[in-house]
C-alpha cells in the first residue's frame, strides 16, 4: 500500500476497515481496565490498562497521524475536560509503517493514564469512552470506542433509584386504568396504511402498470384458471413484501424497546426526516427522480422470468423497486407517523399499504372486464404528484418543528407553523385552478368534477387555518390539535388561548413526592415529550375541560416529565443503570432519566402516559394513555382520588 498523508484518506481507511472487520472481532480485540486516582480537590488521574492482544500493535495515543488523535478522551459533560496528553507504558517502539511511514506503536501490555479535571461538584462515579486505534503491518483499525464508568474518591451520587420496588402497577389500589398502550388501534393503522396505498395507486409509477400486468397474466396462459392464479400470487407477493420490509424494526425493538420513541423525539433524526421529505416534494415537482438502485431493479427483473412461483416474486419486487419514487415518500409518511407506537403498528400500515397496492391486481385478473371502468392514464397523474409534493412539504415543517420543540431554539412557533401550512395551501389552490404550472405539469384547459371538488376541499381546509395565526380565541385549531406547536409556544407576549389552569412541576419529581406528603394530595405524573402529537391534544382538548382542569388543580399534584429532554443533568446524577434486562444504559440527559423511570416502573415507553401515586410511591390506580374522552379521563382521576382515600383509611 503506498503512503498518503492527507486525512481525508485516512478517514476512508479508518471506515472502511470498521465495516469490514467482524463486530465480534473488534469488541475483543483489546479489552481495558480502568482506575482512577485522586491528586488534588477536583482533579484525578485515570489509568486504563489492558493486557495487550497477540500481535496487535497499539498506536502510541499522543500522536496525530493525519490529523486524526490516536487517543482521544470524551467525556458527556463540559464540565469535564483532559488536562494534556497521556502517560504511556509499556513496550513502545518506533516502526515504519506502509500507511502512515514513521510511527510510534506499543507491543503487548500497555498502560495509558491522563489527568482529569473536574468543575463543580466531583460526582461518585464519572462515565467516558476511549478512542484507540491499532494495526499490525499495513493493516489499520478504529477499536470501538470504550466506554468506562469508574469511581472517584470523595465524589457525590445524587442520584436516585430509577426502579422503585412499591410502585407496581399490576397491583393497584383501585384496578382502574389502561391495561396497555392505548394508541391508534392496529386496525385503524392498517386504514390509515390502506388509504395511503390506494393513494400510492394514482400515481404515473404504478396506475398505468395494472392494465400491462393483468393483461400480461392473463394472456400469457392459455389455462385463465392459471392466469388469474399468477395474478392473484402476483398481488399477494406486493402485500408481503411490504410486510417484510418492517422485519428489521422487530428485530430492532427487542434489541432496544426505546428505539421508537427516539425515531420520533431524536433532533438529528427530525432534521434528516425534514431533508427528506424537502427532497421528496422536489421529487413530486418532477425536479427529479428518486430510486432504489438500478441494478437492485435489473437483478429483480432478470430473475422475474423464471417462469414460476419464484418468477412471479421477483416481478412484484421489480414493481416493488421501481416505482419507489412514487410510493417511498408516502409509505415514508405513514411509517414516521406511528414510528414511535413499536413495531407492529408499522407492519399494520406497511400491511393496509401492500393490500391497496397487490388487491387491484388480483381483482381485475378476476373481472377483466373492470379494465374498461379504469380511466385513461395523463395529466391527472401529474396533478396527484404535484399535490402529494405540497403536501409533503407540509410535513416537512412537522419534522422541522419536532427539533425545534426538543431544543426549545423558538424558531418555529405556533404562528409561523401555521402560516406555512396557509402558504402551501395556497399554492396547492394556486396550482389546482391553473395559475401556477409545473415544468412537467399539463395546461388547464376546463375544471373537471373531481378538479372542482379538491379546489373546494383544499379552500375550506387553508381557510380554516387562517385564524390560527391571529392572537384571538378562533386560534385554537382543534381539528388539527397536536400536530402545531403548543398554544403557549406562541410568537404573542400574551397568547390568548395559553389558559392552562395549572403548570405543572416540570422534572421535578421529588418535589413532587414532597408536596403530595405535606399537602396530603395524590401525585400525578405526566410522561410526556417535546414533540408528542397526542401529548398536546391532551393538554389543548381534555386538561381545559372544566371538570379535568379542576381535579387536576385542585386535588393533585402534576409532575411532567419529558423523555426527550436533552438537557445534560448534572454530573453528580449521570450514572450507568442496569435495567431489568441486565443491560448497562448510560443516564446522561434528563430525557435518558425520565425515560428509563418509565420503562422500568411503567412498563410502556410511549406518550403521553399518566399514573397516579401516593407520596410513599404506590401505584393507586392503572396507567392511563392517550384518552380524547374528557368524562373518561376525569373518570380515572376519581378513581385515583378513591384509592388515595382509601389508601388513607
Not at 349 to 368: E, K, N, S, T
Not at 630 to 643: K, N, V
Request: proline share 5%; hydrophobic share 45%; charged share 15%.
Amino acid at each position: 500500500m503506498k503512503r498518503r498523508s492527507n486525512s481525508f484518506f485516512i478517514f476512508l481507511l479508518i471506515m472502511v476497515s470498521t465495516l469490514t472487520l467482524p463486530a465480534q472481532e473488534t469488541d475483543t480485540v483489546f479489552t481495558w481496565k480502568t482506575s482512577s486516582t485522586k491528586l488534588a480537590e477536583g482533579k484525578y488521574e485515570l489509568i486504563f490498562s489492558t493486557p495487550g492482544s497477540g500481535n496487535w500493535e497499539l498506536f502510541e495515543p499522543n500522536q496525530e497521524l493525519s490529523d486524526i488523535r490516536m487517543g482521544v478522551l470524551t467525556f458527556p459533560d463540559s464540565s469535564v475536560n483532559q488536562v494534556g496528553g497521556f502517560s504511556v507504558s509499556g513496550d513502545i517502539r518506533q516502526v515504519n509503517s506502509p500507511v502512515f511511514g514513521n510511527v510510534s506503536i506499543i507491543r503487548g501490555a500497555a498502560s495509558w493514564k491522563a489527568v482529569i479535571s473536574i468543575a463543580g461538584t466531583v460526582p461518585a462515579s464519572l462515565q467516558g469512552a476511549l478512542q484507540f486505534y491499532y494495526g499490525k503491518g499495513d493493516e489499520f483499525y478504529a477499536g470501538n470506542p470504550y466506554t468506562f464508568k469508574t469511581p472517584l474518591e470523595g465524589g457525590i451520587n445524587t442520584a436516585f433509584d430509577l426502579r422503585v420496588k412499591s410502585i407496581d402497577i399490576n397491583k393497584p389500589v383501585n384496578d382502574c386504568g389502561d391495561d396497555g398502550t392505548k394508541n391508534k388501534s392496529l386496525f385503524t393503522i392498517f386504514l390509515l396504511g390502506l388509504v395511503g396505498g390506494l393513494i400510492a395507486l394514482l400515481t404515473p409509477c404504478v396506475f398505468p402498470m395494472i392494465p400491462v400486468t393483468v393483461t400480461f397474466f392473463t394472456k400469457k396462459s392459455q389455462d385463465k384458471k392459471k392466469g388469474v392464479f399468477n395474478a392473484v400470487m402476483y398481488g399477494l407477493f406486493i402485500f408481503l413484501i411490504y410486510i417484510l420490509i418492517t422485519l428489521p424494526f422487530h428485530i430492532a425493538g427487542n434489541t432496544n424497546p426505546e428505539i421508537f420513541n427516539n425515531i420520533s423525539t431524536n433532533i438529528w433524526l427530525n432534521l434528516v426526516f425534514f431533508a427528506v421529505f424537502v427532497l421528496f416534494a422536489l421529487s413530486f415537482f418532477g425536479l427529479f427522480e428518486i430510486g432504489l438502485p438500478a441494478g437492485l431493479a435489473n437483478k429483480a427483473d432478470a430473475k422475474s422470468g423464471l417462469g414460476n412461483i419464484a418468477g412471479i416474486f421477483f416481478m412484484a419486487a421489480t414493481l416493488a423497486i421501481v416505482s419507489f419514487s412514487c410510493t417511498g415518500p408516502i409509505l415514508g409518511t405513514l411509517l414516521v407517523g406511528v414510528a414511535e407506537q413499536g413495531a407492529w403498528p408499522l407492519t399494520a400500515g406497511a400491511a393496509g399499504f401492500g393490500l391497496a397496492l397487490g388487491l387491484p391486481f388480483a381483482l381485475f385478473a378476476m373481472f377483466p372486464n373492470w379494465l374498461h371502468s379504469l380511466p385513461k392514464s395523463g395529466g391527472w397523474m401529474t396533478d396527484v404528484k404535484v399535490v402529494l409534493g405540497f403536501i409533503e412539504l407540509a410535513l416537512a415543517v412537522k419534522f422541522l418543528s419536532n427539533a425545534d420543540l426538543v431544543e426549545q431554539w423558538g424558531f418555529i412557533k405556533r404562528e409561523i407553523f401555521i402560516g406555512a401550512w396557509v402558504l402551501i395551501g395556497l399554492f396547492i389552490l394556486l396550482y389546482l385552478t391553473g395559475k401556477l404550472k409545473m415544468s412537467h405539469s399539463t395546461p388547464v384547459k376546463k375544471y373537471s368534477f373531481t378538479r372542482i371538488f379538491f379546489i373546494i376541499l383544499f379552500t375550506l381546509m387553508t381557510a380554516y387555518l387562517i385564524p390560527g395565526i391571529t392572537n384571538t380565541k378562533w386560534a385554537n385549531l382543534k381539528l388539527i390539535s397536536g400536530f402545531p406547536p403548543p398554544m403557549c409556544y406562541s410568537l404573542y407576549n400574551e397568547p390568548v388561548n395559553c389558559k392552562r389552569g395549572f403548570k405543572p412541576l416540570e422534572n421535578d419529581y421529588l418535589r413532587a413526592l414532597e408536596r403530595g406528603r405535606n399537602e396530603n394530595k395524590p401525585v400525578l405524573i405526566d410522561f410526556t415529550g417535546w414533540a408528542c402529537v397526542n401529548c398536546r391534544k391532551m393538554e389543548e382538548s381534555v386538561w381545559t375541560d372544566p371538570v379535568v382542569d379542576s381535579l387536576m388543580k385542585k386535588e393533585f399534584v402534576v409532575v411532567s416529565l419529558y423523555v426527550d429532554e436533552r438537557k445534560n443533568l448534572p454530573l453528580t446524577e449521570q450514572t450507568v443503570f442496569v435495567t431489568a434486562s441486565g443491560k448497562n444504559k448510560p443516564i446522561i440527559t434528563v430525557g435518558d432519566k425520565w425515560a428509563t423511570f418509565q420503562t422500568e416502573n411503567f412498563g410502556a415507553t410511549s406518550q403521553p402516559q399518566y399514573a397516579i401515586i401516593n407520596s410513599q410511591q404506590r401505584a393507586l390506580t392503572r396507567t392511563k394513555f392517550y384518552t380524547p374522552d374528557a368524562e373518561e379521563f376525569a373518570a380515572w382521576l376519581t378513581c385515583g382520588l378513591e384509592a388515595f382515600k382509601k389508601g388513607k383509611e
